[in-house]
């Protein structure tokens, strides 16, 4: 009787240690897929394991990196694009110069100035995609409150709470970009900002919050798309050209984190930023 229980726990006991060892490289795979759903520059697959899980992480990471190349590609002809039309719209502001009709005359100017800011953004939006900017550490939190006291020194509400220093491994020109995005989105249609950082085990996150109108539940994917504006009525020079927030989820994403929007008790918006830690 005994040994019938030694072998039914031995029995037990490898099916559990064989279902773990087909259930691993599941959850890695899974934990891939997620990861190159957020970012298209996340790091490859180990190729290491038995001969199966090697094919089947090397066949992953060649079409990880054939769709990095076809966004690469695409964004290149973008900026391409995007930068050989200056030359046509310089001779148009040019030639603005032979309409005589000064109302019409203005009219002109201030369609080719709405292209030129277009093109313009076009141009950053493409080159934040491709951006090679190098990674190091730097204290997140003085980032941070340096750029908070920037806001309040040009005029406008804007509080830290956090920690005086935490230190994050970043591109910190892009981060200090995306967070300068959501402030400047804060401040221009939500009257303040009251931004605070916090530090958890394996996450950072950063909360910019506003007591404007907010941003309906329905439209709140829609806000990250590129030209996106959520009031069709605002003109490019008060309403941006709608790639604030595109760009911010772009470098966000590019850390390998996420931008999430919540509604502020007592009216308002939340932009939250979390960071892998």
């Known amino acids: ?21 087909i259930i691993k490289p599941l959850q890695t795979f899974a934990e891939a897929a ?41 964004m290149q002809m973008i900026a391409a694009i995007s930068h050989d039309l200056k030359t046509p719209l310089t001779r148009l502001q040019l030639r603005t110069d032979f309409i005589e009709d000064e109302t019409q005359r203005q009219k ?14 076009t141009l950053s939006f493409a080159k934040e995609h491709s951006n090679n900017e190098a990674r190091t550490q730097v204290d997140l939190a003085v980032l ?6 920037d806001y309040a020194d040009a005029g406008h509400t804007v509080n830290y709470q956090g920690d005086d220093h935490l230190t994050y491994h970043c591109a910190p020109v892009s981060i200090r ?14 009257e303040r900002a009251d931004v605070e950082l916090k530090q958890y085990a394996h996450r950072i996150t950063i ?43 772009t470098i966000v994403r590019q850390h390998g984190g996420d931008i999430e929007l919540t509604d502020r008790e007592n009216g308002g918006l939340i932009v939250t930023i979390t960071l892998p830690q």
């Not at 002109?108 to 953004?121: C, F, G, N, R, Y």
């Not at 003109?235 to 989820?249: I, P, S």
């Open 177 to 190: 970009r995306a967070l300068s995005n959501i402030i400047n989105n804060a401040v221009q249609y939500g």
């Open 34 to 74: 997620q990861r190159f759903g957020i970012n298209v520059d996340a790091p490859p697959l180990d190729e290491s394991g038995p001969s199966e899980i090697q094919r089947a992480a090397q066949a992953f990471n060649q079409m990880q990196e054939r769709i990095r190349l076809f966004v690469q590609e695409r």
């Open 207 to 249: 909360n910019v919050a506003d007591t404007g109108p907010g941003i309906p539940q329905d439209k709140r994917e829609q806000v990250f798309s590129p030209f996106y504006r959520l009031e069709k009525s605002r003109n490019r020079e008060t309403g941006g050209t709608g790639l604030g927030l595109a760009v911010a989820r």
């Open 108 to 121: 002109a100017l201030d369609d080719l100035k709405e292209m030129q800011v277009i093109l313009d953004s």
């Open 144 to 149: 941070v409150q340096s750029l908070c006291d």
């Open 1 to 21: 009787m005994t040994g019938l229980v030694v072998f039914g726990g031995g029995i037990t006991l490898l099916a559990v240690l064989t279902t773990r060892r």
